[in-house]
Structure formats: C-alpha cells, structure tokens
C-alpha cells in the first residue's frame, strides 16, 4: 500500500505561484511514475503532468512551460511547482502514483486562482 498526502494548495491571484507537495508513504519502491492530476468542477479529472523514476517528465500542454513536476527521494515528496496560474487553472489538485499493479491517489488539494 501506498499513501499520498497532498498540501500546498490555496487562493493565489492570476499571475500568481503555488507550489503542491506530496508527501508518500508506505511501499514506495515499487512506484514507477508519480504524477499530478486536477479536476475543475463539471469536468473530467485530467492529468498534468508526470514524473518516472528514471526522471522523466511530461506536461500537459496546457500547463507547458508553467509547471514544473520534480520529485526528491531523499524527502518521499513530489513537487508541482505552478507559475503564472490562470483562472482556468483552478481545480481540485491530486497526486498519483502508479506500480505494475496499482494505482494510488491523494484526497486532493483546492487551488483557486482569482482573475
């Protein structure tokens, strides 16, 4: 089993910078990708972006360019560092990590960004 506990999230003006952690615990070794994932009210959750253990990331492009996915072993914590929000950014923000056999999410943390 695995856990993940989102928090970093909050009210941030367009313009604006957030920073999501997320810490794990439980049977990490077995993770082979973490990600973060969001979902705005009336919408499907969508994914944002993705790191694997190997280190590489993926964005999606809505978010290229202005968020960053890192992840510090040492820590068991993923980051999604978010930069210049939009208003259409706000959502309801998960953390996700994935093995061969499961698939593990947070309770998910509010970013709201006020145009």
């Known amino acids: 089993q695995v856990q993940l506990v989102e928090s970093g999230g909050g009210l941030v003006q367009a313009g604006g910078s957030l920073r999501l952690s997320c810490a794990a615990s439980g049977i990490i070794g077995s993770i082979n990708v973490w990600g973060w994932s969001r979902q705005a009210p009336g919408k499907q959750r969508e994914l944002v972006a993705f790191?694997?253990?190997?280190?590489?990331?993926n964005y999606a492009d809505s978010v290229k360019g202005r968020f960053t996915i890192s992840r510090d072993n040492a820590k068991n914590t993923v980051y999604l560092q978010m930069n210049s929000l939009k208003p259409e950014d706000t959502a309801v923000y998960y953390c996700?990590?994935?093995?061969?056999?499961?698939?593990?999410w947070g309770q998910g943390t509010q970013v709201t960004v006020s145009s």
């Open positions: 996700n990590a994935k093995n061969v056999v499961a698939d593990y």
């Open positions: 790191i694997t253990n190997g280190g590489s990331t």
